[in-house]
């Protein structure tokens, strides 16, 4: 629990990142910008975990590997906007907005498209692409309902955002593994199953922290 808008993250430390917001910030990019790349690559994410089973035209295996790296570079724009932000004074007053919305959009394209994938081979995968996708944005909704009653933001799991991503792209991993024995979907699957369930707990964990917060207020 923390008044600091941004989730704690060991990346943050990485100079590297720093650097790369800096010369982001001197080719006159906004932190706005990138918040909204961020949904473009979770866009591209979901398609790609689409494609991987859908058009054969393109290869399963390329299309994974498309769909992990657009996670990843989804990721990062939601660390360098923050470093852009914050350290570089380029905070706005829609900042807050931008800095939520693409990411509710991508964690929905992300996980949607893993859904509707997996789902051409195992039809239980579309609902629980959808199940996984509605109680992602609910942790999200949860931690700013914090925010907004309790000026806290929340940001336990087990299966808060980068839980989340990294255990999609886990996923991914194993997707190329089971192309390589004839089939395809349940890595994601379980998966999708494994972020609903982190995903309910860590609703129920937040609300309880909120109302605990909110008692000793």
Not at 75 to 84: A, H, K, P, R, T
Not at 106 to 119: P, V
Not at 174 to 188: D, R, T, V
């Amino acid at each position: 629990m923390t008044t600091d808008a941004r989730r704690p993250l060991a990346s943050r430390k990485f100079t590297f990142f720093h650097r790369l917001a800096s010369f982001l910030v001197k080719r006159g990019i906004t932190p706005n910008q990138i918040s909204v790349t961020s949904a473009f690559f979770g866009l591209f994410a979901g398609l790609a975990f689409y494609l991987a089973a859908n058009f054969i035209d393109l290869p399963a295996y390329i299309s994974l590997l498309l769909a992990m790296l657009f996670v990843q570079l989804r990721l990062v724009c939601n660390l360098i906007d923050g470093l852009m932000a914050v350290e570089n004074g380029l905070k706005t007053d829609n900042g807050d907005l931008y800095n939520e919305v693409p990411d509710r959009v991508a964690d929905s394209l992300i996980l949607l498209g893993a859904g509707y994938g997996a789902a051409r081979m195992l039809p239980h995968a579309l609902e629980l692409g959808w199940l996984a996708t509605v109680l992602a944005v609910a942790t999200a909704y949860i931690r700013c309902l914090g925010a907004a009653v309790k000026g806290v933001h929340i940001f336990v799991g087990p299966m808060a955002k980068p839980q989340r991503m990294f255990l999609i792209i886990i996923a991914g991993v194993g997707s190329m593994i089971e192309l390589y024995f004839g089939f395809y979907g349940y890595s994601l699957s379980v998966a999708l199953a494994l972020i609903a369930l982190g995903s309910l707990i860590t609703c129920i964990r937040r609300l309880g922290i909120i109302a605990r917060t909110k008692k000793a207020g």
